[in-house]
């Protein structure tokens, strides 16, 4: 009869003690407890970053790292300390319109640092792995998502305000991940164009983001609106033919000075998706070739022109974005 008050099976004893543990029980234990710590890590980070705020799209290609950066880049213009978090290995756009690019990772007693773009947003791309920026890395799965987790958990980002989060496009494993790694994930923007194929894709990245059970913060309508401007004689009419051969008519000012939006997709798409389905309007982007601009040379629209159309914008939505964050009561649906 044994005095101890665990009761052990006839030699069991041995095989739990770790000095007897072989090595594949080593591995095992270490792998536990790194994982433990990784999870340690992740909450007392959810601690040191007020807001996190995903930002998503069904489709590639719509402006999800744009409006993710320029998202980014309004915030830090009003004062708040802002992390910007790059998932997609494919390419190295944020790190670009950042103005960072070919920058590599610095690693610090086991913790990576993050680069400083402009307006001080700290920034960590899984495009900063790439060995050369046109050589895209190719993870399967698993090790694809590990690195998510490492990229989350090893981060030295300090103290933030927002950190946004843009992903790879579609309904992608890479979001599940982070919702079940980062906990107390403030909400999800859903970026659209007005295209009627994209607004289809972003409803089903609505119905993704519910099952993924994080608060939807609202519908950015990306690419709406082409806006020209002229000058002619003072008062008089302007005639313009648009896309799709409708008329414009506008009239110049007492300088001479006119301008018009033109719909190059159809427009008011991603509004009256958002009010179908519910989901709040965030606002809309203008189409701005300087935005195409500032993504090739590293100068972000805003940077570049802080009062410009676009900033202006940008910092609508993100007026939007941070009254629902402090209304009291819980932000955006929260459905379940
Ligand atoms: N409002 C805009 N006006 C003009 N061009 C834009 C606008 N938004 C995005 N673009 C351009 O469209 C292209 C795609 O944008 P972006 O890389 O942000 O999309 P994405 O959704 O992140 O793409 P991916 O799905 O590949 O990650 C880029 O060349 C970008 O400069
Ligand atoms: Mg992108």
Do not use: C
Request: proline content about 6%; glycine content about 10%.
């Amino acid at each position: 009869m044994s005095d101890s008050p665990v009761t052990h099976h006839k030699g069991e004893a041995n095989n739990n003690s770790p000095e007897n543990a072989t090595n594949e029980q080593k591995a095992q234990m270490e792998q536990a407890y790194a994982q433990m710590r990784r999870k340690l890590r992740m909450t007392q980070l959810s601690e040191k970053i007020k807001h996190k705020i995903m930002v998503l799209s069904g489709k590639g290609g719509v402006g999800k790292s744009t409006v993710a950066t320029g998202l980014a880049l309004s915030l830090a213009q009003q004062g708040h300390k802002v992390g910007l978090l790059d998932i997609d290995i494919t390419g190295p756009n944020v790190p670009k319109m950042m103005g960072l690019s070919g920058q590599g990772l610095h690693v610090d007693e086991g913790l990576i640092h993050p680069a400083v773009g402009h307006l001080g947003v700290k920034v960590i791309s899984m495009a900063f792995l790439l060995e050369d920026e046109d050589t895209p890395v190719v993870w399967r799965g698993p090790i694809k998502l590990g690195a998510i987790q490492q990229f989350i958990a090893d981060v030295e980002w300090g103290e933030l305000d927002y950190l946004i989060l843009d992903f790879p496009p579609g309904t992608s494993d890479e979001p599940l991940t982070v919702t079940q790694s980062l906990p107390d994930i403030d909400g999800i923007v859903i970026v659209t164009t007005p295209q009627e194929v994209a607004l289809l894709d972003s409803r089903k990245s609505i119905s993704f983001a519910k099952n993924l059970n994080v608060p939807l913060l609202g519908v950015v309508e990306n690419m709406s609106g082409f806006t020209i401007r002229g000058k002619v004689e003072p008062n008089t009419k302007v005639e313009l033919e648009a896309p799709g051969g409708k008329n414009v008519e506008t009239m110049a000012d007492e300088d001479g000075k006119w301008s018009a939006t033109l719909d190059i997709f159809k427009q008011g798409g991603g509004k009256d998706t958002a009010e179908e389905l519910e989901v709040p309007f965030l606002g809309a982007l203008p189409f701005d070739p300087g935005v195409v601009r500032g993504g090739d040379d590293g100068v972000h629209r805003i940077v570049a022109e802080p009062d410009g159309e676009s900033a202006l914008a940008f910092s609508n939505i993100v007026t939007a974005i941070t009254e629902q964050l402090s209304e009291e009561n819980e932000p955006g649906i929260n459905i379940i």
